[in-house]
T-cell receptor
């Protein structure tokens, strides 16, 4: 299909790891992104991965990319209550900087 | 450096009324975008602009018009609002020379059409 898909909800306890998954559609996407949206705010770029990479690590964040299955994941280590937010994956559709967003995963971190 | 700003933050309209949402950016970005965010549907692109004086349709353009008379501003207009246009609207901007095509988002405008 044409949609970028994510599960809608994830609940974890503080200190656990969180894994948010995304299935994208365009195999020619040069970059794939994870954006974070805190309550009442706009989206902020959290991290990104170039399409020729399998993994990218940035402090507590690990991004895994499986191009064969068009699967992207975001792992947050030692999840904190401040990580509670909606996380969107996004792909660049061919030809232009147009982003196509997933439906968003709401992460709830409980103490 | 304010980044991307949007006005107003909230608005309630009656069906058939018109309004204009203003987006401004101070990063000298060429590209600007308007999205709408609805529950369970992520963000969908309404219109976008690749430079002053140019606009193009996105995924869901019907019922909206846009103008980019100045590089720093991107206006979204609703000529005759409908309840289906109740949503949160986000503006974003980006530079074609950015290393990884990052888009910068405004804080959003929450619009309710009664």
């Amino acid at each position: 299909g044409e949609d970028v898909e994510q599960s809608l909800f994830l609940s974890v306890r503080e200190g656990d790891s969180s894994v948010i998954n995304c299935t994208y559609t365009d195999s020619s996407s040069t970059y794939l992104y994870w954006y974070k949206q805190e309550p009442g705010a706009g989206l902020q770029l959290l991290t990104y991965i170039f399409s020729n990479m399998d993994m990218k690590q940035d402090q507590r964040l690990t991004v895994l990319l499986n191009k064969k299955d068009k699967h992207l994941s975001l792992r947050i280590a030692d999840t904190q209550t401040g990580d509670s937010a909606i996380y969107f994956c996004a792909e660049v559709r061919s030809g232009f900087q147009k982003l196509v967003f997933g439906t968003g995963t709401r992460l709830l971190v409980s103490p | 450096n304010a980044g991307v700003t949007q006005t107003p933050k909230f608005r309630v309209l009656k069906t058939g009324q018109s309004m204009t949402l203003l987006c401004a950016q101070d990063m000298n970005h060429e590209y600007m975008y308007w999205y709408r965010q609805d529950p369970g549907m992520g963000l969908r692109l309404i219109h976008y602009s690749v430079g002053e004086g140019t606009t193009a349709k996105g995924e869901v353009p019907d019922g909206y018009n846009v103008s980019r008379l100045k590089k720093q501003n991107f206006l979204l207009g609703l000529e005759s609002a409908a309840p289906s246009q109740t949503s949160v609207y986000f503006c974003a901007s980006s530079s074609p020379t950015s290393a990884h095509n990052e888009q910068f988002f405004g804080p959003g405008t929450r619009l309710t059409v009664l």
